[in-house]
């Protein structure tokens, strides 16, 4: 039993830190408001940012790139919906569309059709002192990779930030009530922009770690519906903190399962293993339908344009 | 307000000195001059009403003071210093306060939350709550610091936006329209407490469209009249008269209604007399209607109640006390949980909130008189004959528009008022249940509206429910009265004395002398 057991949980959190990361990162932009769709987008550019990045200057330089990368991605649709005034499901459709179309053509013109060098920089798990030698949740939680450390970290961080800072006060605020965080005096445009920035940041940071922790290498459309599975755990997570988190474990979960299935010998086609998150994404959301937790302003379209 | 007042300087009346001055405010929204060269100048430790119909502007001249906008032209100047706003986050600053119409609370996050929202660093709860608590106290207006907004009445709801202003040290109020939310008790309350507050040494800017509100309460009053001030005055020197007359000048009405409105005057406590009715049978018959609302909050209990062909029954009583939900029953809006409900098919309402409920604003008034009967209208859509029925509604309702084409939310609020009431009415001949008539309409066209549904014609005339906040608008209008009070509908006998309105106050608090309603009311 803990033979398989072991090797699925391990599997399920490695599979959900970066599922976490773009998570997270969506949260805090629709916090403020504002849904970004065009988080697929964000996560393949991180992909192509951190593997070129990583290729120059090792990997940590690798995880700057994805972040910056996908910064830049977030600013296209920052610029578009919220000083064009463009619709958001639009602008993120285009921005999953453009993401997705850009990273195939750069990176085939930038390493041709043999692909990438095979000597792309990775980060190996460290196993922590003391705490990977606890049974069960040693293996488990203390023998992973730096970014699921660091996640252990950013987590409650960004949970206090949420709700004992004033910036994270009004963040939520904007997201409940644009009239009413502008008759505080809140600058909303400058919020939403920084919110939506940090989501892409945190979006391509999912991106170089599915590439320099897990995959090794850059194939083109690997970011594989994540951008859309980490809007649902956002919905299933309720918008909070702790809860998006745990939700990102399920979704990393329902993607283990597939390699503890496979690896059972189930004689069922892979296709279908590979279809458990996202068939998982659509039960979950029609059994979650209705309860009106969301952020505010999300319902409101035509706010997300306005100053 | 008490350590303020101590911080005035002893000897010389506070009153002399200037709080605020607004000078030659010009404000254009695209080709719309919303201020003209407005002006005013409150002075410190007074209450100062600004006045003015629907549009007059008194809101905007208010934003401009509380940098919500920048003016095009004109000058402030805050204690005699010229400055410039361009945020409301610097007039806050400067300790200006703004209670909006319209709060600008959050539901879903707590009183605290809500009240701490713009600061900067850290956010301790606790610590903001402990001051919020101290300064609600202080000023009177207690508030529960761990509340959700969401789960406040709107009274309270009111209390958090002013302790919002004061915990930001505000020095001088502005309140937008603060009784049209209020029932009559808590607008004497509140208009109490801002007396109170000024004769401390706070200022207070009043805006309100009520005059019976501005006289009791105000030091010095400011008209404005499309843009423009019209009268600018200590109360002292005005009469009811004057002010009548700058409201509402000669020859301009809202909507272009082509000519002066005659005013109607403040209406007297009387219950009009009752209209001979030779056919017995009511219209609309509640027996043991009981209604639980979705939060299992018991909202009507046991009501018996018949209104009957050409009576007009006002319903009074306070928000959450019952009328809401028994008017929607009778509109077939709610179903009751347990009772019977005799009406016929076709009931027709306007809700209170017009905009949302009753029409689309985007929508041609064609259109929206096409929505408005349902399943009637089925398949191939016979446009000109629609479009000749709007035209005719137009005619008969008095509905000033430039042709059935228009979008509804190119009309006046009276305008709309007057389709949404036709519309009803060419619906559902028998019956209309009317929620708020007047609500957020200005006095010419509150007067029109309460007008028309005393004349509201038919053979045989309808029967006709309706609520108001404004107890002087049941009074003038109903034929009968019923109070709710605490889910239980009583009807209030008339007084003896026409101007004498204990009783129905007394029947909105819950004290006796009013009698129960019976299937046949005490006809």
């Known amino acids: 039993m803990e033979a398989l057991l072991i090797p699925f949980l391990d599997a399920t959190i490695r599979t959900a830190t970066p599922l976490a990361y773009a998570a997270l990162g969506e949260l805090v932009t629709e916090r403020s408001g504002v849904i970004n769709i065009g988080m697929e987008g964000i996560i393949i550019a991180g992909c192509l940012g951190g593997l070129v990045a990583a290729g120059a200057g090792g990997a940590a330089m690798g995880f700057l790139g994805g972040a910056l990368a996908g910064a830049g991605m977030a600013a296209i649709f920052a610029f578009f919906v919220l000083r064009l005034r463009a619709d958001a499901i639009i602008t993120g459709t285009a921005l999953t569309l453009l993401g997705l179309g850009l990273t195939g053509t750069l990176y085939r013109g930038l390493f041709g059709l043999e692909g990438a060098a095979l000597g792309t920089p990775s980060i190996a798990p460290i196993a922590l002192p003391g705490l990977s030698s606890l049974p069960l949740v040693g293996p488990v939680f203390f023998t992973q990779t730096g970014m699921t450390y660091l996640l252990y970290l950013f987590v409650p961080a960004l949970a206090w930030w949420l709700a004992r800072t004033q910036a994270g006060l009004a963040l939520r605020a904007v997201g409940e009530s644009r009239a009413a965080a502008l008759a505080a005096g809140l600058d909303v445009q400058r919020l939403r922009w920084g919110a939506i920035l940090f989501g892409g940041a945190m979006g391509g940071l999912c991106g170089a770690t599915l590439v320099l922790a897990q995959v090794g290498t850059f194939t083109e459309g690997m970011s594989a519906g994540r951008g859309f599975i980490a809007i649902a755990i956002v919905v299933l997570g309720r918008w909070r903190t702790v809860g998006t988190t745990l939700a990102a474990l399920i979704f990393g979960g329902a993607f283990a399962l597939q390699y503890l299935l496979q690896a059972a010998g189930w004689a069922l086609p892979y296709h279908l293993f590979l279809a458990l998150p996202y068939l998982l994404t659509l039960i979950l959301l029609a059994a979650l339908r209705g309860r009106a937790e969301a952020p505010a302003e999300l319902a409101s379209q035509e706010s997300w344009s306005r100053a | ?523």
């Open chain 2, 1 to 523: 307000m008490t350590q303020r007042a101590a911080t005035e300087p002893m000897g010389a009346d506070p009153r002399d000195h200037e709080a605020l001055a607004l000078e030659g405010i010009t404000v254009r929204f695209g080709p719309v001059t919303a201020l003209d060269g407005a002006h005013c100048t409150i002075r410190r430790g007074t209450v100062h009403a600004i006045l003015g119909e629907n549009g007059a502007g008194k809101t905007t001249l208010m934003r401009a003071a509380f940098g919500w906008l920048m003016p095009d032209a004109g000058t402030i100047r805050l204690h005699g210093a010229p400055v410039t706003f361009r945020t409301s986050a610097e007039a806050i600053a400067q300790g200006i306060g703004m209670v909006h119409q319209h709060f600008m609370l959050i539901p879903a996050m707590t009183v605290t939350e809500n009240i701490a929202l713009g600061g900067r660093g850290r956010f301790d709860a606790g610590t903001t709550a402990a001051r919020i608590t101290a300064v609600a106290d202080g000023a009177g207006l207690p508030v529960d610091p761990v509340a959700r907004v969401r789960d406040l009445a709107v009274s309270a709801q009111q209390r958090v936006e002013i302790v919002k202003a004061l915990v930001r040290d505000a020095r001088i109020l502005i309140l937008d329209e603060p009784t049209a939310v209020l029932t009559p008790d808590q607008a004497t309350e509140l208009l109490r407490w801002v007396r109170t507050f000024a004769d401390a040494g706070g200022t207070v800017v009043l805006i309100t469209h009520k005059l019976r509100e501005a006289f009791a309460v105000a030091d010095d009053l400011t008209v404005l009249r499309q843009g423009r001030t019209v009268l600018s005055a200590a109360r002292a020197l005005v009469t009811e008269a004057h002010l009548i007359e700058a409201l509402t000048g000669a020859g301009v009405g809202p909507g272009g209604a082509g000519g002066p409105v005659p005013y109607h005057p403040m209406p007297t406590a009387r219950v009009a007399d009752a209209p001979e009715v030779d056919d017995p049978a009511p219209v609309l018959r509640l027996d043991g209607v009981r209604y639980v609302d979705p939060r299992g909050v018991t909202r009507l209990r046991a009501v018996d109640l018949a209104v009957y062909p050409g009576e007009i029954l006002g319903v009074i009583g306070v928000e959450g006390s019952g009328p809401r939900e028994l008017l929607r029953i009778l509109a077939g809006r709610l179903t009751p949980t347990t009772g019977r409900v005799t009406r016929p098919d076709a009931v027709g309402f306007v809700p209170e909130d017009r905009l949302h409920d009753a029409v689309i604003p985007s929508f041609s008034l064609t259109e929206n008189l096409v929505l408005a009967d349902g399943g009637e209208a089925r398949g191939w859509m016979d446009w000109s004959t629609w479009r000749t029925i709007t035209r005719d509604l137009l005619a008969t309702a008095d509905v000033r528009a430039a042709g059935p084409d228009v979008p509804m939310a190119t009309l006046s609020g009276g305008n709309q008022q007057r389709f949404v009431v036709g519309r009803e009415r060419r619906r559902a001949a028998a019956a209309l249940i009317v929620e708020h008539p007047t609500r957020g309409l200005d006095l010419t066209a509150s007067a029109r509206i309460l007008a028309d549904l005393r004349a509201l014609g038919g053979n045989p005339r309808p029967a006709v429910v309706f609520h108001s906040a404004d107890l002087d608008e049941v009074l003038a209008v109903a034929t009968r009265v019923v109070a709710c009070f605490e889910g239980r509908v009583r009807e209030v006998s008339p007084p003896s004395d026409p101007t004498d309105r204990t009783p129905y106050t007394r029947a909105m608090t819950g004290s006796v002398e009013t009698t129960a309603v019976s299937s046949g009311g005490t006809r």
